[in-house]
C-alpha cells in the first residue's frame, strides 16, 4: 500500500471521531430605561460554537506496513466539532524507510449527527462511523485496520 493510502486510510478512521453538537445563544435585550426607544422586541445572536478533542490514544496504535517495509504510524491528531454539524479531523503521522522518517499532516471534513451519547460521523470516501462521547470523553471501539481492532480515545481540549 502506497503511503499516501496508508496516511489517507488512518487518518479517515480518526475523521469518524467527533464531538458535541452546541447550540447557538439567543439573547432578548429589551431597554427599560425611560425616554429611551425600545429595540426590536425579537433578535437573535448566532454566533457558531466549536469544541476540540485532542487524540489521547490508540490502542493498538496504529502502524501500517506498506509493501517496501515502510511503516506509517498515527501519532497525534484533534477533531474540531462545530455548531453546524461539520467537523475537521486533523492528523499527524509519522512514516519510518529504513533510516529515514517523514511526518506529514492530513485533514478530512464531513459532516455529524448526536443523538444523546452516540455520535455518527460521515466523511467523504469514508463511509459512516459510530462513537460514543461521555464527560468530554470521545470513544470509538473495536475498529478495524492494518490487521487489528483498535480503541481511539479524544478528550476535550
Known amino acids: 500500500m502506497k503511503f499516501m493510502e496508508v496516511a489517507r486510510n488512518s487518518i479517515a478512521f480518526f475523521a469518524i471521531t467527533g464531538g458535541l453538537a452546541l447550540l447557538a445563544s439567543c439573547s432578548d435585550n429589551l431597554s427599560t430605561t425611560p425616554h429611551q426607544r425600545a429595540m426590536s422586541p425579537q433578535y437573535a445572536l448566532s454566533a457558531l460554537t466549536t469544541q476540540t478533542y485532542a487524540l489521547s490514544s490508540v490502542t493498538p496504535p496504529i502502524q501500517?506496513?506498506?509493501?517496501?517495509?515502510?511503516?506509517?504510524?498515527?501519532?497525534?491528531?484533534?477533531?474540531?466539532?462545530?455548531?453546524?454539524?461539520?467537523?475537521?479531523?486533523?492528523?499527524?503521522?509519522?512514516?519510518?524507510?529504513?533510516?529515514?522518517?517523514?511526518?506529514?499532516?492530513?485533514?478530512?471534513?464531513?459532516?455529524?449527527?448526536?443523538?444523546?451519547?452516540?455520535?455518527?460521523?460521515?466523511?467523504?470516501?469514508?463511509?459512516?462511523?459510530?462513537?460514543?462521547?461521555?464527560?468530554?470523553?470521545?470513544?470509538?471501539?473495536?475498529?478495524?485496520?492494518?490487521?487489528?481492532?483498535?480503541t481511539a480515545v479524544f478528550t476535550q481540549a
Open 64 to 150: 501500517c506496513v506498506d509493501a517496501s517495509g515502510a511503516v506509517t504510524t498515527v501519532t497525534g491528531g484533534n477533531v474540531v466539532l462545530s455548531s453546524n454539524g461539520k467537523f475537521t479531523a486533523t492528523f499527524t503521522t509519522s512514516t519510518t524507510s529504513g533510516t529515514v522518517v517523514t511526518t506529514q499532516s492530513y485533514a478530512e471534513k464531513g459532516t455529524f449527527v448526536q443523538t444523546g451519547n452516540t455520535i455518527v460521523f460521515k466523511a467523504a470516501g469514508a463511509g459512516t462511523y459510530t462513537a460514543t462521547i461521555d464527560n468530554g470523553t470521545l470513544t470509538i471501539a473495536d475498529y478495524p485496520y492494518c490487521g487489528a481492532t483498535h
